[in-house]
């Protein structure tokens, strides 16, 4: 299991977390490491013939006995970094 | 007041009939987390606890009182208690104030319990010594030198040390019981689903749990019983016919998975203790069992593909945008990059990257996929196994604390301290770490844990067995 630096620059993006060119190297010799050691999970799920799929599943449930509307926004929104009014505040994107 | 030795148990005989006040046991628990400081096992102290100990008193006073009532408590600080702020142990959310009740707290609030504060931990729960916290590693009181264990390290310390009378911590791979072992407490990972997930912090929503540390086996049963039941607010709780409907049996045979057991790196201090204490239990009366689980060796590496993946999800909402920590940058995609890179500590980076590559595409199957495949085969293993043997022991961690410093800068050799507890998350069930006998090391004594895992729902069981162990440890 081989990983290079471009592979932890393309996962730091995709997780969008800003990563230091110092501590890439150490990222991709624990990513390294970690990854050779779970990968015995393909050998022992070929040889003991394991299920395909296992039994976890979504629950639902009907989205019934709303509260009433506002009673939490002032506490929410005051653990926004910006807010205007009753919205969060972002950069521009377009 | 002297409360070093004083369980819940007692302390609920003494409130009830008057001989103590909320408020004397209070202050006294105060008094010791005061002077207990230097442990770092409390990131805050909260500055109601004489109030709470007030509402409490009316309780008794009125005869409303339960067995929790009065009984302060420490909480781990990704447990939300409305209005109060709740870390993670995390820059990414030093300045966060919870907007609701966690279910146990809400549960323990009912029952009149005391939150004297909240304690340190892993960064959000990511660790196994409290060394990744961003306000510092919490000290292990039964030698500073060495860690309390982790996650919930703060937790185990502050009750090791008298800081409280009992403490609720998260499990998601060993998190409660192997700080337990380290401070010479007794720790409970209920059986997923049997304690409500809601408020606390989501780490692998699939494997994540609450549950309670005590001084004795005792203790922990009444704080279990205090949190346990259904929750609407958490969708993978389970029905209380289905928690309650498990007919109790006393406990006979105990299954030793013996080459799980034996496996390299477990130190052969903890291998000899465990066999003294199979020898305990045999006079006391238990049938010992050797079982093969070959399985088992492998809930590490199926742990290390599913909780990544699910922290990598569960973890993309602390964004700097809807709360928490906020950096700016020149546009939103540098304001992401930079809020998660600076608020994230190292640990928890590492741990994003991995479940991002193992869910990436090409490579889901590959890791995802088959760690799913192999944490099924475990669970049916386990299910076959609890037809001969009513619970399986193993010792609760494969060596006693370990130093300061010792393991930070070698993730996989962190990891490893897991092999025994990962697996029970893995499959569900509920298991206890119990304290079992000291090892001598530099002058100090550390504590060593005895783990009982028990099929799900089978709690009774476990407690039913601890006392009896607890007793041979008299």
């Known amino acids: 299991m081989s990983i290079e630096l471009k592979d932890v620059e393309h996962l730091a993006g995709l997780a969008r977390i800003a990563v230091s060119d110092s501590e890439k190297e150490v990222l991709r010799k624990d990513l390294e490491d970690i990854l050779e050691y779970v990968s015995q999970v393909k050998e022992v799920a070929a040889e003991m013939g394991a299920p395909k799929e296992g039994e976890l599943r979504n629950v639902m449930r009907e989205d019934e006995g709303a509260h009433e509307g506002g009673v939490f926004t002032e506490d929410i929104l005051n653990q926004a970094p910006a807010r205007e009014g009753n919205r969060l505040s972002v950069k521009k994107i377009l | 007041m002297d409360i070093k030795n004083l369980t819940i148990k007692e302390a609920h005989e003494m409130l009830i009939s008057k001989k103590m006040s909320v408020l004397e046991l209070a202050e006294a628990v105060l008094k010791i987390a005061e002077d207990t400081k230097d442990l770092n096992a409390y990131l805050e102290i909260f500055d109601d606890v004489r109030a709470q100990a007030e509402v409490a008193q009316k ?263 809807r709360y928490g920590y906020h950096a700016d940058g020149a546009n939103l995609l540098e304001d992401y990059m930079k809020s998660r890179g600076e608020g994230f500590g190292r640990e928890v980076r590492r741990r994003i990257l991995l479940g991002t590559y193992v869910l990436s595409s090409g490579y889901y199957d590959a890791y995802y996929g088959r760690a799913r495949a192999v944490q099924e085969m475990l669970k049916r293993d386990l299910a076959e196994a609890f037809k001969e043997v009513d619970i399986i022991a193993t010792p609760t961690a494969p060596t006693p604390a370990f130093k300061i410093g010792e393991k930070s800068s070698d993730p996989l050799s962190m990891y490893l301290a897991d092999i025994f507890t990962v697996p029970v998350n893995i499959a569900g069930v509920p298991a206890i770490s119990i304290p079992c006998g000291f090892v001598e090391e530099d002058g100090s004594k550390l504590p060593l844990g005895m783990q009982f895992i028990a099929p799900h729902f089978a709690e009774s069981s476990l407690f039913a067995a601890g006392k009896d162990f607890e007793e041979t440890q008299k």
């Open chain 2, 59 to 321: 309780m008794i006073d009125e005869g409303r009182a339960t067995m929790m009532t009065g009984i302060p408590v420490a909480m781990k600080d990704n447990i939300l208690i409305k209005g109060r702020i709740v870390s993670a142990s995390s820059k990414m959310l030093e300045n966060y104030r919870a907007t609701y009740d966690a279910g146990v707290t809400k549960k323990l609030r009912e029952a009149g319990a005391i939150f004297v504060g909240r304690t340190n931990m892993d960064e959000f729960a990511m660790g196994g010594s409290t060394e990744t916290s961003a306000f510092g590693v919490t000290k292990n009181p039964h030698d500073i030198t060495r860690v309390p264990g982790g996650s919930s390290g703060g937790s185990a310390a502050a009750l090791a040390a008298n800081a409280c009378l009992g403490a609720l911590g998260t499990d998601t791979g060993g998190s409660i019981r192997q700080p337990a072992s380290f401070c010479g407490v007794v720790g409970l990972k209920p059986t997923y689903g049997s304690v409500s997930r809601s408020g606390l912090m989501a780490m692998a929503s699939s494997l994540d749990q609450a549950g309670p540390f005590a001084k004795t086996v005792e203790d922990t049963e009444i704080i279990f019983d205090c949190i346990k039941g259904h929750d609407p607010m958490d969708s993978t709780s389970y029905p209380d016919e289905l928690v309650n409907q498990k007919e109790f049996k006393k406990p006979k045979v105990i299954g030793v998975p013996v080459d799980f057991v034996r496996a390299k790196g477990v130190d052969p201090r903890v291998l000899k203790n465990f066999e003294e204490s199979l020898e305990a239990m045999k006079k006391a009366g238990y049938e010992v069992k050797e079982i093969s689980l070959p399985t088992l060796a492998h809930g590490l590496s199926v742990y290390y593909i599913l909780m990544p993946a699910e922290v990598s999800s569960n973890l993309a909402r602390l964004d700097g945008v």
